[in-house]
Antibody
């Protein structure tokens, strides 16, 4: 049973970079799956941020593409999110999740990590 | 693609039959998923491709619809079903979610 676990700082300063890591256990990140970041805010609800395949291919939500980088470390079964130039609007619970197809098109997200709250504040 | 849920909140009693609607801004064919989220937890997939029940999900949950209009039905509410429900379109990228329907105990 694959499990995902987010980790990283819970507090980031405005204009800084939000950096999170998702660790995959119970399976390999090098399986034929797509690994996503999704965030949840009270105002915007659930928002898909982007994804990566183990070979390094990425897809991003156009709304965040200019500020986002997702990378993978197959040796550690981890993938990471960097979100630059953050503001208070980026305060959210960040989840990592898996899908079998790119951007979960004709597919769905399962499983999800437990989520991590990141607050942007000075 | 925008997906809009209704109602935004709903009060019901144990044993009630409830329905939650999701309307898309364009044709999704059958590519609409339903998730359940409990406080402090991640969303959990219930129904995918409009009407397919995820393994392990109780059969009191069902989904229907195609095109732009979809329905999640809970046939007989159980205490553990009080949660927030989200629809998500999986027809095209980027994936987008409805704003949620909070199901509360009456």
């Amino acid at each position: 049973q694959v499990q995902l676990q987010e980790s990283g700082p819970g507090l980031v300063k405005p204009s800084g970079t939000l950096s999170l890591t998702c660790t995959v256990s119970g399976g390999s990140i090098s399986s034929s799956k797509w690994w996503s970041w999704i965030r949840q805010t009270p105002g915007q609800g659930l928002e898909w941020i982007g994804e990566i395949y183990h070979g390094g291919r990425t897809n991003y939500n156009p709304s965040l593409k200019s500020r986002v980088t997702i990378s993978v470390d197959t040796s550690k079964d981890q993938f990471s999110l960097n979100l630059r130039s953050v503001t208070a609007a980026d305060t959210a619970v960040y989840y990592c999740a898996r899908a079998s197809l790119p951007a979960a098109v004709e597919d769905y997200f399962d499983p999800w990590g437990q989520g991590i709250l990141v607050t942007v504040s000075s | 693609i925008q997906v809009t849920q209704s109602p935004s909140s709903l009060s019901a009693s144990v044993g009630d039959r409830v329905t939650i609607a999701c309307r898309a801004s364009q044709n999704l064919n059958k590519f609409l998923n339903w998730y359940q989220q409990k406080p402090g937890k991640a969303p959990k997939i219930l129904i995918y491709a409009a009407s397919s029940l995820q393994d392990g999900v109780p059969s009191r949950f069902s989904g229907s619809g195609s095109g732009t209009d979809f329905i999640l039905t809970i046939s007989s509410l159980q205490p553990e079903d009080f949660a927030t429900y989200y629809c998500q379109q999986s027809y095209s990228t980027p994936a987008t979610f409805g704003q949620g329907t909070r199901l509360e105990i009456k």
